[in-house]
């Protein structure tokens, strides 16, 4: 039953962050925001809320160790193997954005000032504000470097006549299921971790990241499939920066979040690997397969590792 809860739950939430995205995109069209900035803010932040509605579930609960697992795991996931599928079936990728020197540094600080923080072995409150502040300070970024005009939608749909009262129906109806579906991820996930005498580490690192990490997946293959190099590679970037400033700051606001720095050392060393890994594709534009293989592999050695 405990599997069925959870699949149903995990479901759910996929579901509420769709109608989400669809929702702000919506909005953000309407108000003639650029392309770029709906997949690095909107989009990117709505394929968050499952990381953030199942970490911050877990934060209440004081379950921990599976607020920090899914944050690092929906990271790795995002990187090695939403990316490297885009790069491995993308026919040609030619970003339009020079996305290694105006973005990298978002790829990398996040990670640097996690690394620092978790040196205590504690994610704290102010740890916590300090995140949320640079989740302000990437809003401002993107809205004064961002100087591209509209280029398309991701969905046609959304250019239609605008509503405000069904847009609001439909992002509660989204709420409602991001929110709901994680209270039942977290409570099943812990019922099959104990079932399977496995720790809740685990559990977050890779059922819960994986699960939350589909929307990204669904969104980034989308977007390359409509041969929008930028959305695929800029909604991972924004969505990273909101799993740690987002997602950890939320979470650590509710309760301070303890990490094992001895006991989960390799996959923090995967995370970063997986980050620089990204840092070294866009600095020599390795957006094909070859690309895809270097991320692949990261992605095979953090499983084989994790389960060996």
Not at 29 to 43: E, K, M, W, Y
Not at 210 to 223: D, I, N, R
Not at 227 to 256: C, E, Q, R, T
Not at 259 to 278: G, H, R, T, Y
């Amino acid at each position: 039953m405990d599997y069925m809860i959870f699949l149903g739950a995990m479901g759910a939430l996929i579901y509420g962050a769709d109608f989400i995205i669809k929702e702000s995109e919506r909005i953000a069209l309407h108000f003639n925001i650029s392309h770029f900035v709906i997949g690095a803010t909107l989009v990117a932040f709505g394929t968050s809320l499952p990381e953030m509605a199942a970490s911050m579930m877990a934060a209440s609960q004081g379950k921990t160790d599976m607020a920090v697992a899914n944050v690092i795991g929906s990271v790795i996931f995002n990187i090695t193997l939403v990316l490297g599928l885009v790069f491995f079936i993308a026919k040609s990728m030619k970003p339009e954005r020079d996305l290694f020197s105006k973005d990298s540094a978002w790829i990398l600080a996040p990670v640097v000032i996690f690394i620092i923080m978790i040196q205590d072995g504690v994610i704290g409150r102010v740890d916590g504000i300090l995140f949320l502040f640079i989740m302000i300070s990437y809003l401002i970024f993107l809205f004064t470097s961002s100087k591209e005009d509209l280029e398309g939608e991701i969905d046609d749909s959304l250019t239609k006549e605008f509503n405000w009262v069904k847009t609001i129906i439909m992002l509660s109806i989204g709420f409602l299921f991001t929110i709901g579906g994680a209270n039942f991820v977290i409570e099943s996930g812990t019922s099959i971790a104990r079932s399977l005498n496995v720790s809740e580490w685990i559990i977050g690192l890779f059922l819960i990241s994986l699960g939350t990490s589909l929307p990204e997946l669904v969104v980034s293959l989308v977007a390359i499939k409509k041969g929008n190099a930028d959305m695929s590679i800029g909604n991972i970037i924004g969505s990273n920066v909101a799993n740690f400033s987002m997602v950890l700051g939320a979470s650590s606001l509710i309760s301070p979040l303890s990490v094992n720095l001895e006991a989960n050392s390799f996959d923090i060393l995967i995370m970063i690997s997986a980050s620089l890994m990204l840092l070294f594709i866009l600095a020599n534009k390795l957006y094909n397969k070859a690309g895809a293989i270097f991320l692949l592999t990261i992605l095979a050695l953090f499983v084989q590792n994790s389960f060996a």
